[in-house]
């Protein structure tokens, strides 16, 4: 494979042989005209005269073999690695405030992206409601039996619906080669993967059979607990496996990175078996948890309407008399069921990091704007020999993504120790941890943050006119700039949750180095 | 008559040049100006820059060489596509010559 640096090199190679392929042309005129009789030093002044402007034809070839932004960029680029080599300390500290910044902001993004943005691991996964009662025994919506199978039979607004048992009754005892493990088994309705979206990995789904009162027992194992317990070998469905002394069947296995849709653990599936034939009083008693599908052209309000008079009429049988004003129906996403009270927290959340990257963003501004005043001469000389305004704001936007993109790169490194540490930190108080990792989407949110502060912070000294009396040195304040550092950091303190704590230590942290370095 | 006014020209130019004899680009131009007897002269500001193009797009093959000399100079060679675009070119060329003929002449 070409390095990035082979590929320099032979940049660098080729554009030297332009050079020289002009040279040898200039030479060859020259001798031919010394050869026609004309002195040396005549020959070679009409040969560099009948040449033309040799640099612009130099550049005319090297268009025609780079494209013309790129090679902007480059050389750009290298010029502002040159320049913050000049001034190492200054590009340090703003390297390290970007990377705290972004990787505060990656790391935290990290966290609540599978929680408010990324898809549930179902198949049209926004059609997927938790249904049930809401009343004060419980935080979640909750359903009981004899409830669920008049809903179930009655209802209109879904296309199918499913239940399982609550978890904390669900663990049991599995007998793995004469030693007992503690695991959590859960009793689901037989079509609970169906109506999930979700087949086996091996073997087969629960079948209505299986779900009849009395049917012979199965089970269905997670993926893990087949990895761990048997060593991942297809031929244990079939088998019979010891579960709370009861000889049961294995059906098959549940697919790797199967998620419970209200997100407890589940180590074995085996059916409910609601039993309808049951007197009414019983079946009111067992308590369940509740899932849909919505049909494809009904929304959430809509269902609601609809199980509305249902709702009523089962509330009136099942529900105690003195809880019956208290209990409500609630129909809601299952993204909001799974994140419910924590939802306000992830926004807060990003809201502070991205106030955070903004301060980032004013801090690395200032610290250019200084950079910017002690360099208002040398701009001056550039606009003087020709640099085209825009080129010069090109030119410093291309300081500030150097800066950004290594800040970023660092930040990367920040975010991904932040999210080790995070998930030891908060194992269980996290939700989905297991699903938080340095993936793709957060590069490139990473990435993103960079350059999106770059462009920010770049601004301000972009936007700075250079003037000709700049040439004289003359230090005047622009009040542009002041205007600029000035919304920055009223754009930061705006944010919501910047009284936070932890982001007034971040910020004062971060304006700590520029305060040491004098500024 | 500056051979960069009419577009596609040059290319021809110095397609034509290099039909029986690889060359460098000052060969190219001395080739063109003594061969058109003075009317041709190609600028050195687009034939250099043309010489690139062309060879990016596959029509000349160009290589560092020695000159009878003994001067290190790159030469320019046809390739099979370059063959290929100077007959359609030449025939383009002699229609449109032929057309401007006659245009001149009606009157």
Redesign the interface.
Known sequence: MKTPWAWLRQRRGRAS??Q???D??L???Q??LHAGGLPADEARRAARK????GL??LE??R???VTRWLDDFLQDARLAVRGFRKSPTLAVVAIVTIAVGVGAAAAIFGVVDPLLFRHLPYPNDRQLVSIGYFGPVDNNEFNVVASYLDWRRQQTAFQSMTSMRPAPASNCDLMAEETPLRVNCVSVEANFLRMLGVRPAIGRDFTAEDDQPHAPPVALLSFPLWRSNYGGDARIVGQKVTVDDERVTVAGVLPEGFEMPQLGAADILMPEQLDPTRPREANSSGFLRTFARLRPDVSIEQARTQMLPLFQQTTQLDVPKELRSEVRLVIRSLRDRQIHDVKLASWMLLGAVLALLLLVCANVANLLLARAAARRRELAVRAAIGAGRARLVRQLLTESMVLALAGGLLGCGVAWAMLRTLIVLAPEGLLRAGRTALDGRVLLFALAASLAAALLFGMAPALERPRAESLAGSRVAGAARTLFRRCLVAAGGYFPGVADRRVALCTQLLEAPERTAGL | MRTDRLQGALEMLILKSLEHKDN???GIT?HVQTVSEGLLRV???SL??AL??ME?EKLIAGDWRT?E?G????FYALTASGRKRLAESENNWTSVAKGVRKLLRFA
């Open positions: 042989q332009w020289d392929e002009l040898s042309h030479a060859m005129r001798e031919w009948q040449f033309g402007n612009r034809t005319d070839v268009a025609v073999h | 460098h680009g000052f001395l600028e050195e500001g250099y820059p690139h193009r990016k000159t000399n001067r290190r100079a790159r």
